[in-house]
């Protein structure tokens, strides 16, 4: 019964997936795509038809599972998902592999940004609008999305927003679970639009202004054309997009506070202030280091900062060649890449609460050296932190850094240098799409054997979890009743 369950959740699920999958179809429709009419009606319609029956058995026997279950559906959903958004890829005749199909797609629902493809404005424009929404949609969560739509998975529905949402803490900011995923759905779709928005006013045609604003406040990062953003060659765009990608960033609790009026505990919020703080220190920076390379501060400016807020919310945008930049600004956006954005957000890394933590709790560990029999405690947002999450935070960073040197050594073993493969493993747990060496700008995933593009599906998929929900579920202890 308890297999069967999941199962049902499962393709209720994919069915929400299936039915996003319509926007595209019905762009491939009215363009008179015919490939894509069926790369993807067809996939579409046979998960819709399974969910169907699923959800209308729902209906009369409501659903309900084990907290821990949580974490199989939500590893299962995302692969799934995977594997549905795969088939538009495999489908439409292009030059897709399954394996590169599945990479494609895991790249857009962990929000990754990373491609195989050399020629991205040769693909139909229904697949580009595809690529696009499933960035959107694993941005802010597919579960999170299907709690919002329909109280289904009742008291197990927070469970699987903790085995979703990132960050080492997850909080209702509303009573009730479908409120706190409404609330969140709703401030991602009122940022989207405004940027769609000033995308068209910036000059943008409306199919691109809608793509680029998806993958933007996703944290994805791609572009409809070969070039990216540096195709408008907009410093308008530019920094609109460096805007909402520090936006995307942001706990999206805070929106809700912000809308409430309730101004003081953003101004006291420790996390955010400490992500704005990194990046206005790390831009500033690299605006200097380039000042030679643009020979101005305005265009030093554009460059250095859009790359920190790439780098820093994971996005992985680029809009210039920065691996021929001087040292030390490569050296920055390097150092970026093991931050991360806020917790609840779309961006993924470790999470600037996590470093914060940590930061208190080693100037403790200080001030224990030097009076022994003192009691300190970490502070966050003005309260008292509790010792759990300092364990927690500890664990998750020494687990991520142990996954991130076995993808690396993994990536080495197959012929790729040190510097590539540990700055590509970085690059896909964290989330990002782009980094130096192998996956530098001008670079993509396409050259590496297919052995490694399943591994750096499954890493992002897990990067996008946060690493406990994928890797719990490979110890002996979960299987146990």
């Not at 200097?288 to 996005?315: D, N």
């Amino acid at each position: 019964m308890r297999t069967l369950t999941l199962l049902r959740i499962l393709v209720i699920l994919l069915g929400v997936g299936a039915l996003i999958m319509l926007i595209p179809l019905a762009l491939a429709l009215i363009l008179g795509e015919q490939r894509m009419i069926w790369a993807l009606g067809l996939p579409a319609g046979i998960i819709i038809a399974a969910a169907l029956p699923a959800f209308f058995s729902y209906r009369k026997n409501p659903l309900r599972f084990r907290a821990r279950d949580g974490f199989l559906l939500v590893f299962l959903t995302w692969v799934g998902m995977s594997l549905l958004g795969a088939m538009p890829f495999y489908l439409s005749a292009r030059e897709f592999s399954f394996t590169n199909a599945f990479f494609e797609s895991a790249c857009g629902f962990a929000t990754t940004g990373a491609t195989t493809i050399t020629d991205v404005e040769a693909l139909p424009k229904s697949l580009l609008l595809w690529r696009s929404i499933s960035h959107w949609v694993g941005g802010m969560g597919i579960v999170l999305l299907t709690v919002a739509l329909m109280p289904l998975l009742g008291v197990g529905g927070f469970q699987l927003i903790k085995a979703e949402v990132s960050g080492p803490e997850k909080e209702r900011i509303t009573p009730k679970i479908t409120a706190t995923a409404k609330v969140m759905w709703f401030t991602y779709c009122i940022l989207t639009a405004v940027l769609v928005i000033l995308f068209r006013i910036g000059g943008m045609e409306w199919l691109d202004a809608f793509c680029h604003s998806f993958t933007t406040m996703a944290s994805g990062g791609i572009s409809t054309k070969n070039s990216g953003l540096s195709w408008y060659n907009s410093a308008f765009i530019d920094h609109v997009t460096m805007v909402f990608m520090l936006l995307a960033g942001l706990n999206f609790n805070l929106y809700f506070r912000l809308a409430r009026g309730k101004f003081k505990d953003i101004i006291t919020n420790t996390e955010a202030r400490v992500y704005l703080g990194i990046f206005l220190i790390s831009a500033a920076a690299i605006t200097f280091t380039l000042i030679p390379v643009y020979g101005s501060l305005s265009a030093s400016w554009r460059f250095g900062a859009f790359h920190a807020a790439s780098i820093l919310s994971t996005t992985g945008a680029v809009i210039a060649d920065y691996s021929v930049w001087p040292a030390f600004a490569q050296a920055i956006l390097f150092a970026l890449m093991f931050v991360g954005g806020c917790s609840s957000s779309t961006a993924g890394g470790i999470k600037v609460i996590r470093h914060v933590v940590l930061w208190k709790q080693t100037g403790n560990e200080l001030r224990r050296i030097l009076f022994p029999q003192g009691v300190f405690s970490i502070q966050l947002n003005k309260k008292v932190g509790r010792k759990d999450v300092v364990y927690g935070v500890s664990a998750f960073v020494f687990l991520y850094a142990a996954v991130v040197t076995i993808v690396a050594l993994i990536t080495a073993a197959s012929g790729v240098d040190i510097f590539s493969s540990f700055s590509t493993a970085l690059s896909v747990i964290s989330n990002i799409g782009v980094g130096f060496g192998a996956i530098g700008p001008g670079h993509n995933f396409g050259a590496f054997p297919d052995q490694l593009k399943w591994l750096y599906s499954f890493a992002m998929i897990a990067g996008r979890l946060e690493l406990w929900t994928v890797l719990i579920l490979f110890t002996p202890e979960y299987w146990r009743r």
